[in-house]
């Protein structure tokens, strides 16, 4: 359902706790009822990791449709994948004209800890 990134999480709230970053987490979801699920994970997640005025928005919606007008954003966060698609990473900056990061999770890191 949600692509979650540990390590997306981290740099963004060091971004917020270093220069007073705002912080959207972001997902695109096929149905309503996945919509409610996401909500739920997106809001137990900012609770557990601690994360002060933070901005959620599900889309149900298709990925590839959405990025072409993004929510507002100085800086894209992305997950990758173990084998980077860099066709996706140049597309991503193409379509949101906006600074993006792409980062992998190793899978060590935890936003919790």
Request: aromatic residues 10%; proline residues 4%.
């Amino acid at each position: 359902m949600t692509n979650f990134n540990a390590s997306a999480v981290l740099v963004a709230y060091k971004l917020k706790r270093n220069w007073g970053a705002k912080i959207r987490l972001v997902t695109v979801v096929d149905n309503e009822e996945q919509k409610e699920q996401a909500l739920h994970f997106m809001t137990e997640l900012i609770d557990h990791a601690r994360l002060p005025k933070t901005e959620v928005g599900v889309y149900i919606d298709n990925f590839n449709v959405l990025i072409k007008n993004p929510p507002e954003a100085d800086l894209n966060i992305f997950g990758l994948d173990a084998k980077p698609n860099f066709v996706f990473m140049d597309k991503m900056v193409d379509e949101t004209k906006t600074t993006c990061l792409f980062i992998r999770d190793s899978g060590l890191e935890n936003i919790f800890a």
